[in-house]
């Protein structure tokens, strides 16, 4: 096989940090087991998110010089909205600061009091929007999705009759809408289907139930469906965006991912009265819905990157890179959610630490004893960031897991060699490793700033 380079060449570098071991064991028992809390000039590699920590091309630097930063009728806006309106083919947008503050609109607005909102699995700054508004939240996605080693090619997938259970129990006129993630970053970065999207669409048009899509990571799915559903192979990954989105009624957009930026985000839809309610509303909340909260270089950044992400050569490259890392891993026994998703690589905790019982932390203590064994900084998706259910009971998430995010066109494939040595030393070493206990937990979202200290 003929091997992939880099489909970029560098600028402008930044030397990472190089640390001892007596130097990240002080760092991680300061930031209390938590790699969250981790100074990131400590984290040699760091692959905490995919998300704002994109590198910006050229043309994106660029287009930060011509942001217009007038307070109000910036031509950036509409720099901004063409983009949208050409790549997604939504008609009407409204930027915001980042996703979430897309999240919190869009809950406002759709949910009242008392209403059910279902999703293929939940992301936890979605579900908590959609709780603060009032809704109880339905994870509506298929089985194997729950199952780190079941084999689907995709295992995003709504479970339509997992919908339809949800209809015919609450009443299609108390779902606010259905909010279907592309790709779904807690089950492992897993796509969705065009033939599932389709599937999903006619439902909500028997039961007159708005689509919307959280679709943060767009382009990512696109790649999987020219790569893994049949007639899609000769479409290009643009083409497959537009199609995706063309079953949906708006979205919310992080553009800290698929757009290429470091800050940003919108709502985008095709129907005016929500975006009337969403201009109310992004005034108090983030700023005219010009600029909604972003800087007009910001707005600038977005829309190119937003075109470069769509490009079939890019996600070529990026989808392969994260491939890369997994198949190493792989290859050296350690257990990674399967197949293998599209912004970061999965290491299966439960699998990786028998001996660490899910309430002693096996993936916070994992990520911590990685960042000990190489600076490469990772992140818990696992019971910590389930967080509480109603009754102050821990919710216990069948995936146990630690993501290594890989950051758009920032490291080459040597990063990711360097990575899966780490990797497999600890797991050649794993029996050593014990679990944590709870120093602080704060109230929500507990996984960003929560304390432990080790076990034993
Ligand atoms: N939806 C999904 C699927 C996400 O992954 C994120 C962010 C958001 C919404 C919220 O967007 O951060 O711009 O407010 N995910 C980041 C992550 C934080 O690390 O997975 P935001």
């Known amino acids: 096989m003929r091997r992939m380079a880099e489909p970029y060449r560098i600028k402008t570098v930044e030397p990472l940090a190089m640390t001892t071991r007596e130097e990240r064991e002080a760092a991680i028992a300061k930031a209390g087991y938590n790699t969250f809390l981790l100074p990131s000039k400590l984290c040699t590699i760091d692959l905490l998110t995919d998300s704002g920590t994109s590198a910006m091309s050229d043309r994106q630097w660029s287009a930060m010089m011509i942001g217009d930063e007038a307070y109000a009728g910036a031509v950036s806006f509409d720099n901004l909205q063409r983009a949208v309106e050409e790549v997604y083919g939504f008609p009407f947008v409204c930027p915001t600061h980042q996703g979430r503050g897309a999240e919190h609109l869009i809950s406002r607005i759709l949910i009242k009091p008392g209403m059910h909102v279902p999703g293929n699995m939940y992301f936890t700054t979605t579900r908590a929007h959609q709780e603060m508004a009032g809704a109880t939240f339905h994870d509506v996605i298929i089985d194997e999705a729950h199952d780190a080693q079941a084999e689907h090619p ?17 009443g299609a006129e108390n779902i606010a809408y ?18 599932n999207i389709e599937a999903v669409r006619e439902v909500c048009d028997r039961h007159n139930i708005i689509m919307w899509s959280d679709a943060t990571r767009l382009a990512e799915n696109a790649y999987f469906i020219q790569e893994r559903e049949s007639g899609y192979a000769d479409m290009s990954c643009a083409d497959i965006v537009k199609k995706q989105l063309s079953y949906f009624d708006g979205l919310t957009m992080s553009g800290k991912k698929d757009c290429l930026v470091n800050i940003g985000g919108f709502l985008a839809m095709r129907d005016e009265s929500i975006l009337v309610k969403a201009r109310e509303l992004v005034v108090i909340y983030e700023g005219m819905p010009t600029y909604g909260g972003l800087a007009g270089r910001d707005l600038e950044a977005m829309a190119v990157g937003l075109r470069e992400a769509v490009d079939d050569h890019y996600l070529a490259h990026r989808i392969g890179q994260v491939r890369y890392l997994g198949e190493m891993l792989q290859e050296a026994g350690v257990p990674i959610v399967e197949p293998i998703g599209g912004h970061a690589v999965f290491i299966d905790a439960a699998k990786f630490l028998p001996h660490v019982p899910q309430e002693q932390f096996p993936a916070q203590a994992l990520a911590a004893a990685l960042f000990v064994e190489s600076g490469v900084r990772s992140m818990e998706r696992g019971i910590i960031s389930a967080g509480r259910d109603a009754e102050g009971n821990h919710r216990r998430p069948k995936l146990e897991l630690v993501r290594l995010t890989i950051p758009r066109r920032v490291y080459t494939d040597r990063h990711m060699e360097v990575v899966a040595d780490a990797v497999i030393e600890l797991y050649r070493t794993r029996e050593s490793i014990t679990g944590l206990r709870y120093v602080y937990e704060p109230p929500t979202l507990r996984f960003f700033t929560s304390r432990f200290e080790p076990l034993g």
């Open 154 to 170: 995709f295992k995003g997938n709504v479970d339509i009759a997992k919908f339809e259970a949800l209809i015919a129990e609450v």
């Open 178 to 195: 259905i909010n279907v993630a592309l790709t779904v970053n807690m089950a492992g970065g897993q796509p969705v289907s065009m033939a």
